[in-house]
């Protein structure tokens, strides 16, 4: 496959949504030779992911807009808009936000996640994320979460 130079920006063809966050697909893994994947994230407290590992990539956030307490390992970073996260592979990880939502650059390295995030999401031809649960996910999400993310190389701890 040959690999072409191209632009792109959040639009509704690469929107997708999860309760509490929008998605927008700026590269997938498909258009890289799955070299890498960059999402925009668009996220509000209570869509976190619960403290996980990943054995195949790398993440990465850039903050552009709010606030965001990482957890690496054992260590706690205070992120805000202009700072940058760097998450290992093999190294537990989890986030919390801290504002009304937090908007950030999401790097996969190399790619493949990007098509679990892609499928288990809904389109988001409204350019919204799906309302806010409350309260915790119903144990088949949860069930479904887990076992799916196995196949990605994703453990939860």
Do not use: C
């Amino acid at each position: 496959m040959k690999l072409t130079g191209f632009l792109n920006q959040p639009k509704p063809g690469n929107s997708r949504a999860i309760p509490g966050a929008l998605f927008h697909f700026l590269v997938k893994g498909e258009e890289t030779g799955n070299a890498h994947a960059l999402l925009k994230i668009d996220v509000q407290p209570g869509a976190e992911p619960p403290e996980h590992i990943h054995s195949h990539e790398d993440e990465a956030y850039y903050l552009l807009e709010g606030k965001i307490t990482f957890k690496i390992g054992e260590q706690f970073f205070e992120a805000a808009a202009g700072d940058y996260v760097y998450l290992p592979k093999e190294v537990s990880h989890t986030f919390q936000v801290k504002t009304d939502v937090a908007k950030v650059l999401m790097w996969i390295s190399p790619a493949g996640l990007d098509q679990w995030f892609w499928d288990n999401s809904a389109p988001a031809e409204d350019m919204k994320p799906l309302p806010a649960m409350q309260g915790p996910p119903p144990a088949e999400v949860v069930y479904h979460n887990i076992n799916t993310l196995k196949d990605y190389g994703v453990e939860m701890v």
